[in-house]
């Protein structure tokens, strides 16, 4: 399944993950929706056979849970696991960029603290060597030997 | 070319840039992986014709800068631009998720702060509420009227 050559944390949350739809599902999720209609009417055009599939594959990847809430007509309802939930910095940094570089309207929801209800800034990085809050376009990745070579002497 | 029917930020970033080669180009470019036989060897199994494209779009889209460092053989050298770079903490929470949630082991390239060089933990997410960080499983996307109703009286 996998066309990546490495074991590369990125490319493999791509692999398992990547998909449009199945961001756009746990986006939905993490914003309260749970029933299987209102999903699909948040989701727009998504044909309901694409659905049913996105949301077996995600039961089955471990990030959601179905639970039957009606055996008359049948209606099921999706929650994130803690897994699924560990995806929302994901959709969240998605959405930054989509407002911040793209021009997109910043939506009605935002990303909140579960423990307290604060809001979180998606783009609040703590740095650890001067304590700052590190803005996107302040961020790099680097091996160890690189910033020691970089370092003042 | 849209396949979703709102302008929603998430969306949209995942029309734009959602794509795997895209996000793991930048990966690279964020790396300091510049050249571009570099950037064949580091992505393996993508086609010649596949890396041309992807790298021409996104100079298209605004993202990457190409320099032409020798005319014979012709060689080229891609840059991130400002709006490039602002796809970092996208690239930066996929790989967090493949770490915590998909066992892969953490690479040698870690995020770090441009400015002073201080290391960002991915997951340091700084709540405005009660000031403390915020795991990535404490995060939700509600809008304000639920904030609200939740709150304390």
């Known amino acids: 399944m996998s066309t990546y050559p490495t074991d590369c944390p990125v490319a493999a949350t791509l692999d398992a993950f ?7 599902i ?3 999720l993490l914003r309260g929706i749970t029933r299987y209609a209102d999903l699909q009417r ?5 044909a309901p056979n694409l659905l049913s599939a996105r949301l077996k594959r995600m039961e089955e990847q471990g990030v959601v849970t179905r639970e039957v809430y009606s055996e008359r007509p049948l209606r099921a309802g999706y929650r994130l696991t803690e897994r699924g939930h560990a ?3 994901i959709v969240i940094t998605l959405g930054r960029f989509g407002i911040d570089q793209l021009g997109r309207p910043e939506p009605d929801y935002l990303a909140y603290h579960v423990g307290c209800g604060g809001r979180v800034p998606p783009t609040a ?3 650890q060597g001067c304590g700052e809050d590190v803005p996107a376009g302040e961020l790099e990745l680097l091996d160890p030997h690189t910033v020691a070579a970089r370092a003042p002497a």
């Not at 990547?18 to 756009?24: E, F, H, K, Y």
């Not at 948040?42 to 998504?46: A, F, H, R, Y």
């Open 42 to 46: 948040s989701l727009g055009p998504i």
């Open 125 to 127: 990085w703590r740095c």
């Open 87 to 89: 995806l929302a910095p």
């Open 18 to 24: 990547g998909d449009r739809w199945t961001l756009l």
């Open 26 to 28: 746990v986006r939905d």
